[in-house]
């Protein structure tokens, strides 16, 4: 394996937990060569795969000096032509800079979103004549960033936000279509009915099961089927064909992890979206096994916590 640089771009507030995930899943304690703001920069770095609490990563990073604002922009376009700036210091020079530059959707997004798949380049300013930039990391969205315009009045919790992320992430990671008329999703815990909200305004039927019932409107809506019982502890056979299965319970992962194969023995190339609840310390060698069952993808998500979204679709 080669060794490169990288530098690495955390998710807001969540510097120490990517520190903590490259120790704990790679083995990597020392410090980074240089911090700027939220992005860790190394030097010979050897990895086999990338941390999930990164929302990007540089795979190229050089410094780039310059004397104005314009030639720092002719020197990314020399490179290519998206740039999506990180932003920790000189921040109007940052933004002048990024006006020179063709132009790139940096404002939150309407859901359902289809992102581009076409290559994102990042760079940020060390100083007023200094930044490092990368034409090659690994996401599509500028700076791996992907914020929705909230609707604060119809949906019953924020986590609504957390299942529209997962399904652009599935649609761009895979390219699966979102849930539609026609087809049936099976939420468990589904209460209050954040997920149950996003699914029925897709159009499709959602089979809601919790112990306590959801919001008064989503109860009422013909789309939904509503069970008071366990999620965990019913079978699939006794919920019949299913296109999707969703999951955001608080539960320890390895209970996640026996439910989701019991799904996928009863049909392999099912759809499922589930978040992986964090319990204390991570078992590292569990969430690998998660990554390991065929077809999977494990992301974190923006809207995320101390959580990490598993994704299998076909």
């Not at 502890?233 to 299965?245: A, C, N, R, S």
């Amino acid at each position: 394996m080669n060794t490169k640089n990288l530098a690495f771009l955390a998710f807001p507030e969540m510097v120490e937990l990517l520190i903590s995930e490259l120790a704990g899943r790679f083995g990597i304690t020392r410090k980074p060569d240089e911090r700027y703001g939220d992005l860790l920069y190394y030097e010979n770095l050897e990895l086999p795969a990338m941390p999930y609490w990164a929302r990007t990563v540089m795979l190229d990073p050089v410094y780039i000096k310059f004397d104005s604002i314009g030639e720092a922009a002719g020197e990314l376009k020399k490179i290519q032509r998206n740039w999506a700036p990180y932003q920790y210091t000189c921040f109007r020079r940052a933004n002048l800079i990024q006006e020179k530059l063709p132009y790139i959707n940096l404002k939150d997004r309407s859901f359902p979103v289809k992102i581009p798949d076409s290559p994102m380049g990042l760079y940020t300013l060390i100083d007023e004549h200094t930044m490092l930039a990368s034409s090659k990391t690994t996401s599509t969205l500028p700076a791996g960033t992907l914020h929705f315009i909230e609707d604060h009045e119809n949906p019953p919790s924020r986590a609504y936000l957390k299942i529209q992320e997962s399904l652009t992430m599935a649609n761009l990671l895979n390219g699966t279509e979102l849930p539609h008329e026609g087809q049936k999703c099976f939420e468990a815990g589904a209460c209050p009915g954040g997920w149950t909200w996003v699914l029925v305004g897709l159009g499709a039927k959602v089979h809601a099961v919790d112990r306590a019932p959801l919001a008064d409107s989503l109860m009422n809506n013909p789309l939904v089927t509503f069970q008071a019982h366990d999620a965990f502890t019913l079978k699939p056979e006794e919920l019949g064909p299913v296109d999707w299965v969703f999951s955001d319970v608080i539960c320890y992962p390895e209970r996640l992890f026996e439910w989701i194969n019991k799904w996928l023995e009863y049909k392999p190339d099912l759809n499922m979206i589930c978040t992986i609840k964090m319990q204390g310390e991570i078992n590292w060698p569990l969430i690998q096994q998660f990554a390991d069952i065929p077809g999977s993808r494990i992301v974190h998500l923006n809207y995320n916590k101390h959580e990490l979204t598993w994704i299998h679709t076909h």
